[in-house]
Each structure stands twice: as structure tokens, then as C-alpha cells.
């Protein structure tokens, strides 16, 4: 990859992180981490949670993501 792409790359990436976390800041995202499929058990003082959907959601986006790149290169 040359020198030029890659730094185009890289400024890329860096303004898709912004945005995320401007929406992230503003409460854009509350809904993930609930998702139905989500496992939540509260007894106590003790907590477990296990985000079924929510991994199974991230996993397909980046496994999209990963393939848009290498379609690219």
C-alpha cells in the first residue's frame, strides 16, 4: 500500500472515531447493550450480564466492515 492511501486510510478511520464518539456522547447508542437476547440476572449484590445479541450484532458489522477493506485494496 503506498504511503499516500495510507494516510488517507488513516484520516479516514480517525474521522469515523469522532463521529461515533459524538453520537456515543450524546446518548445515541443507549440502546445497545439492551438488546432482546441480552442476559441479564440480578440477585443480590451480585450481577451477571451476557450480551448474546449485542456480540452477535458487533461480529456481523465488523466482519462487513472487514470485507468492504479487502474488496479495496
Given at each position: ?47 451477571v ?25
Amino acid at each position: 500500500m503506498e504511503p499516500r492511501s495510507l494516510g488517507l486510510l488513516i484520516v479516514i478511520v480517525g474521522l469515523a472515531l469522532v463521529v461515533i464518539g459524538g453520537l456515543v456522547a450524546l446518548g445515541a447508542f443507549s440502546w445497545f447493550g439492551r438488546l432482546p437476547g441480552d442476559i441479564r440476572i440480578e440477585s443480590g449484590s451480585t450481577r451477571v450480564y451476557i450480551p448474546i445479541t449485542t456480540m452477535l450484532l458487533l461480529s456481523v458489522g465488523l466482519s462487513l466492515l472487514a470485507a468492504i477493506f479487502r474488496r479495496f485494496q
